[in-house]
């Protein structure tokens, strides 16, 4: 399902729809997944999200800021819960690189280096639509204010603080250099994709404090989850089934739910990565066709 130059709309939401119940299907602590609820939302919840926002966020030569509204747009339809906006801001961009062909990550650096004040624009509205918990005002460039710069500029000057906008400005390092490469290898090693997503999550979740828990709750907070997630992580990768870490997970989860502590972006993160896995299985390193 390639188009002359990468792949189709149709091949780039399938990919991406997986990549949704991919992440879904994983037990990971203090988010919704198919194990349990949580934080007023069902995996039901996200997965007519992902079924809403494929469409948009894989409409051919649409503007990735286009994208991103209308991906939010359509899953606050459906469920009238911010479900995805992490996730939409990171898999647009991407969406459009795999359209374009060829090496995925420079043709999504090309994709970011085009990204203009009317991608910026868009994507703020797309925010401020979501609102998600702990949205604030900035001192530049602020989401409820007219763009003034490029979508990526407005990314760089959050990338400090914020793991989702710093993918904008490194060319998504972490997902390709981190994240997807780490989903790969242990896939290949335990053959079990819920446990490999698992260990991609808490592979996030203990590499940097996870910015929604510490726009939420604070750095004291979100470093005290990256320490407890590095050694549940330990645990899940001695592991050789699921069936063999899951209670120590779930009892995790359920701890963390109690709290009201949602690490959200570094289940955007594992989504991300996840899409990224997928499209690479069908789109060729050199854009050829098989």
């Not at 990549?19 to 007023?40: M, Q």
């Not at 995996?43 to 948009?56: K, T």
């Not at 004040?117 to 703020?124: I, N, Q, T």
């Not at 330990?234 to 109690?258: H, I, N, S, Y």
Request: one cysteine or more; proline letters at 5%.
């Amino acid at each position: 399902m390639r188009s002359d130059t990468g792949l189709t709309p149709q091949a780039i939401a399938i990919a991406f729809e997986q990549a949704c119940l991919d992440e879904l299907a994983a037990p990971k602590p203090g988010n919704v997944h198919l194990f349990a609820a949580g934080h007023r939302m069902t995996a039901d919840d996200f997965v007519r999200s992902a079924a809403a926002a494929a469409g948009p966020l894989t409409a051919k030569g649409a503007k990735v800021g286009a994208r991103i509204l209308g991906a939010v747009e359509a899953s606050l339809a459906v469920t009238n819960a911010n479900t995805n906006l992490g996730i939409v801001l990171l898999c647009a961009p991407v969406a459009a690189a795999a359209e374009r062909g060829g090496d995925l990550r420079p043709a999504l650096g090309r994709v970011l280096d085009a990204l203009d004040r009317d991608d910026a624009d868009l994507a703020f509205r797309a925010i401020t639509r979501a609102a998600p918990a702990g949205l604030g005002r900035a001192g530049r460039y602020d989401v409820f204010m007219p763009a003034t710069v490029s979508l990526r500029e407005a990314m760089a000057e959050a990338a400090g603080h914020d793991r989702i906008a710093r993918q904008y400005a490194t060319v998504f390092a972490d997902i390709f250099e981190q994240g997807e490469p780490f989903f790969a290898a242990r896939l290949a090693s335990v053959h079990d994709r819920k446990l490999a997503t698992l260990a991609l999550y808490l592979g996030f979740l203990a590499a940097f404090p996870d910015s929604h828990i510490a726009r939420k709750y604070g750095p004291t907070v979100a470093a005290k989850i990256c320490t407890r997630a590095a050694e549940i992580e330990r645990q899940v990768m001695a592991a050789a089934q699921l069936d063999e870490v899951l209670p120590t997970v779930l009892a995790w989860d359920a701890k963390l739910k109690e709290d009201g502590i949602n690490p959200g972006t570094s289940a955007d993160l594992t989504v991300a990565s996840l899409f990224v896995h997928r499209l690479r299985s069908v789109l060729p390193p050199d854009g050829n066709s098989d």
